[in-house]
């Protein structure tokens, strides 16, 4: 005969597992935080120290996915999800973007456009992606998505061009969409109260 105790907690069990495999937040909040710090650096370095600020930029977007992958990988299995299919997605998608930031970087290198407007195209292909993951990965980076598309639309057609401002407003949305997802994971293990 099997105690009824132990089936309630059984089936409290499996009940959150379900729930956590529902859940579309793939996206440890110490991710959204890491990148938030790398972000607000490597924007003020534009204006403190312009020309360090290629060589972060080339160095800080590897350092901070191969970062995530361990991050993200802990984060996961720690919620019980042992996806492969997942995590081949959430690589593509964040591979692509980096390939498209490459892609992208031949443009001023090359002289076809000047640095500013590779900013502001820069900051076109992020608001894309966000956007983009939002849909199809975590919804928590809605925010980033509209965040990085106002600081676009802001680079276009305000006379305001302080990376560290901009640094500054993108880093706030990475801590949003953080906050987001450490509040829902909070809610989900407490049952929504």
């Known amino acids: 005969m099997v105690q009824e105790s132990s089936g309630i907690g059984d089936l409290t069990y499996v009940r959150q597992v379900v729930e956590r495999a529902g859940d579309r937040s793939v996206t440890p909040p110490a991710c959204m935080y890491m990148w938030a710090v790398i972000v607000l650096a490597g924007f003020a370095l534009f204006d403190l120290a312009p020309r360090y600020g290629l ?16 991050i993200g990988r802990s984060y996961r299995r720690a919620l019980g999800i042992r996806d492969r299919r997942l995590g081949l997605r959430i690589g593509s998608h964040w591979f692509t973007f980096l390939l498209g930031y490459l892609m992208l ?5 090359t002289g076809q456009i000047t ?4 900013g502001v195209l820069m900051m ?14 975590d919804r ?25 401002l901009i640094g500054a407003v993108f880093a706030a949305g990475f801590v949003m969409a953080g906050w987001l997802a450490g509040a829902s994971r909070t809610s989900a293990h407490t049952g929504g109260e």
């Open 140 to 164: 928590r980076y809605l925010p980033l998505g509209i965040v990085t598309a106002l600081i676009y639309l802001a680079l276009l057609f305000l006379p305001i061009f302080s990376w560290t």
């Open 55 to 70: 060589l972060y930029w080339l160095a800080m977007p590897v350092v901070g996915a191969v970062a995530s992958v361990f």
């Open 115 to 118: 640095w500013p407007i590779f």
């Open 124 to 137: 076109l292909l992020t608001s894309l992606f966000f956007l983009t993951a939002s849909f199809h990965l």
């Open 105 to 109: 970087l031949v443009l001023p290198l």
